[in-house]
Every structure is written in structure tokens, then in C-alpha cells.
């Protein structure tokens, strides 16, 4: 196999996550593991045969079904984002990325709802029920917020720490060296910069956002 098969494995490998994502009723198995060899050739499997592959791309297994209307909680996410004085598209983004705007969405971990709270974040919140969506909404609004104000405005840290917690951020001083996170601020960044170019009357500005490059 020539280096320059290399573009092509790898538009192979999204286009079988997007199936995974499409039809999640498949039994995929979406964890891809990478090695390259002496020859510079990168290897890519969802089925590793030796060590020397190395997990690469983690899949956020989430319960998610098909037909959800993506458009009818714009009135709550306004209302939180209002009151929480954080954009309407940047909670949108959230939304897309943890839940796909399905409120009965359930993570392995525990994860629940719209905005995908665990039990204890949703306790601490005073979110009785991480099933409801109102309720859901003005919880993760309100924890994003606390986030964005513990790291000063800097987007990308209160998104990691949205994803892995805070002490994952303090421990490595930055945004955690986890592919499930690094992808995960990658991907609500840029749902959020797509959010933001829509027409939506009502946004809030986020003061002193810094956007920051998430390095492979």
C-alpha cells in the first residue's frame, strides 16, 4: 500500500462513521485504531490485530432516534439563553453535539437528556428531571455558564470541561489529551460558528469568548 492511499483510507473511515451516525441501528463497532509502519503507510481498523494499533478516533456511544425535530426547542434554548446571557447558538451547538436534540438521550455513562447531564450535575443544578426538556436546557445553560465564567470567557477550556470535567482540564493544564474531547470542542466549535451564520433574532454576545484551534 503507497503513502498516498493514505486521503483515501481516511475518507473511507468518515464515511463509516457517517453511516454509524446515520443508521445507529447498525451493529458497527466505530472505536479505529491507527498505527504506521516502517514505510510511513498508516494502518486503520475498527478491529485492532496487535498492539501497535493505537485507539485513534473514540466513538460517544449516545441512544439516539431517527425523525427528531430539531427546530421545536428554540423557545426554550432562547429563554435560558437570555436569562444565562449565553448565545442561542452556542447552546444549539451543545445541544447537536451531546444529544442530537433528542431529549430521552442516554450515554454508557450515564449521561441524560438534551444537553446530556449526569445524575449528580443534574442534582447539583436542581434539575428534577434531565428527561424534561425545559428543564434540561435551563440546567446545561446554567452549568455552561458557571464553566464559562471559571475559565474567563475561553470557549474551548469551558467546552472540555463540559465533556471531561474540571479536574480533567486542571490536571492537564489545558484541554485534556483525549480524542473523545478534542473532537468533541472541534465539533461544537464549528456547529457553533455554522449556528451563528444563520438568521436568529435574539442572540447574546458572549463576552470575551477566545476561540482556540484544537491540535490534532
Known amino acids: 500500500m503507497k503513502p498516498c492511499m493514505k486521503p483515501f483510507l481516511a475518507s473511507v473511515v468518515l464515511g463509516i462513521l457517517t453511516l454509524g451516525v446515520l443508521f445507529p441501528c447498525t451493529p458497527v463497532l466505530a472505536d479505529i485504531y ?7 503507510v498508516m494502518h486503520i481498523t475498527n478491529l485492532p490485530t496487535s498492539p501497535e494499533y493505537k485507539l485513534w478516533i473514540k466513538e460517544r456511544r ?12 428554540g423557545p426554550l434554548i432562547q429563554k435560558a439563553s437570555d436569562k444565562y446571557k449565553v448565545d442561542y447558538s452556542l447552546v444549539k451547538a451543545v445541544i447537536k453535539a451531546e444529544s442530537n436534540f433528542n431529549h430521552k438521550a442516554v450515554s454508557p455513562k450515564g449521561a441524560q437528556g438534551l444537553m446530556q447531564l449526569m445524575p449528580k450535575t443534574a442534582s447539583t ?37 463540559y465533556n471531561a470535567g474540571e479536574k480533567a482540564v486542571a490536571r492537564y493544564g489545558g484541554i485534556p489529551p483525549y480524542a473523545e474531547t478534542k473532537g468533541y470542542v472541534k465539533r461544537v466549535m464549528a456547529l457553533y460558528k455554522q449556528y451563528s451564520s444563520e438568521p436568529k433574532e435574539g442572540r447574546t454576545a458572549i463576552v470575551s469568548m477566545r476561540p482556540e484551534v484544537v491540535s490534532d
Open 62 to 73: 449516545v441512544i439516539i432516534k431517527a425523525g427528531i425535530d430539531m427546530t421545536k426547542y
Open 34 to 40: 491507527r498505527y504506521t509502519d516502517d514505510n510511513g
Open 125 to 161: 443544578l436542581q434539575v428534577r428531571d434531565s428527561f424534561e426538556p425545559e428543564s434540561n436546557i435551563e440546567g446545561g445553560v446554567k452549568y455552561l455558564r458557571y464553566l464559562m465564567n471559571v475559565y474567563n470567557g475561553h470557549l474551548p477550556l469551558a467546552l472540555a470541561a
